[in-house]
């Protein structure tokens, strides 16, 4: 018996997807908030005389703004849909007619992973082509034209290289964290909460440490802890890469300064605990028929 292609289950994957409405309706949400988004930048006062006066500088704004935006909605969106591409397998015992057609246990997980990389490429894609649009037309309207754009300098293409690799990172990093979650939980339910309030926790996590430390009165113990948790090292790992990068984490740092290298080891720390964690529970699975 002829066993099914790779490429068939990613693409039978892709038809799963392309079939679930919150999917597209996570889209168009996406879309609206990126107006309210232009709105709410028109509003900013100094941002017009940035652009007239520092082309580099307003581009650079930009790419926090935007680059937090995408990093937000993005995560939303891939965690759900890869908590629900997943999970919905087991809730629904479907994963026993992909087994009894003779898709293997990894074959199965890495057609769903590989094609929420291509989701994600495709979300980002899409992103940096609106939100480009978005820039260019702010500029142009501030400006008079986009003529100052061709000034840039090499320092900010080394910028814009980072911003992709975080990007990147932080796309490779839900996905493996839903799947984690899917595999941990073998529950629709339970993945989708698992994974939507993995970084809200770990967020209020450094919250939390901070006010240990106050009632304590020492602060290494608690601090320290920080240092290690995935979310705050996503919310610095650009800040602390970038040779001159001046913005700030839109979200809660670690309490004690990291460098870039510490922040990446960390990351790379929990995307191979995500993965293990993912890849054990697909290789002895409670589906055993």
């Known amino acids: 018996m002829r066993r099914p292609s790779f490429v068939g289950a990613v693409r039978a994957e892709a038809i799963k997807v392309s079939n679930q409405l919150s999917f597209w309706l ?41 680059g937090t935006i995408f990093q937000i909605g993005s995560g939303i969106v891939l965690l759900i849909v890869g908590s629900r ?18 898709v293997g246990r990894l074959q199965l997980l890495l057609a769903k992973l590989v094609l929420l ?3 994600g490429i495709g ?14 037309a702010l500029y142009a309207t501030w400006t008079g034209g986009l003529a100052g754009l061709d000034t840039l300098g090499a320092g900010l293409k080394q910028d814009f290289g ?31 909460a698992a994974s939507l309030a993995f970084f809200p926790v770990d967020n209020f996590l450094v919250g939390i440490m901070a006010l ?27 800040n602390v890469i970038e040779p001159d990068h001046l913005g700030r984490a839109a979200f809660a740092p670690p309490l004690n300064p990291v460098d870039g290298r510490h922040a990446l080891i960390v990351i790379g720390v929990w995307a191979v605990l995500f993965a293990v964690i993912a890849i054990g529970r697909a290789v002895r699975p409670d589906v055993l028929e």
């Open 85 to 102: 591409l997943i999970a919905m397998e087991y809730s629904s015992g479907t994963v026993r007619v992909a087994y009894a057609r003779g």
């Open 162 to 192: 980072y911003w992709l690799l975080v990007q990147g990172i932080s796309i490779g990093v839900v996905i493996l964290l839903a799947a984690a979650a899917a595999g941990l939980g073998r529950s629709l339910a339970f993945a989708m």
């Open 26 to 66: 996570m889209i168009a949400a996406g879309l609206v908030l990126l107006g309210i988004s232009v709105v709410g930048i028109n509003t900013v006062g100094n941002l017009p005389d940035t652009a007239r006066t520092d082309p580099s500088g307003f581009v650079r704004q930009m790419l926090d703004v935007y």
């Open 212 to 238: 240990a430390a106050r009632a304590t009165r020492h602060d290494s113990p608690w601090h320290n802890i920080t240092e290690y948790l995935l979310g705050p090292n996503l919310n610095i790992v650009l």
């Open 117 to 119: 990389v291509i989701v």
């Open 123 to 136: 979300l980002l894609v899409g992103y940096l082509l609106v939100v480009g649009a978005i820039v260019a």
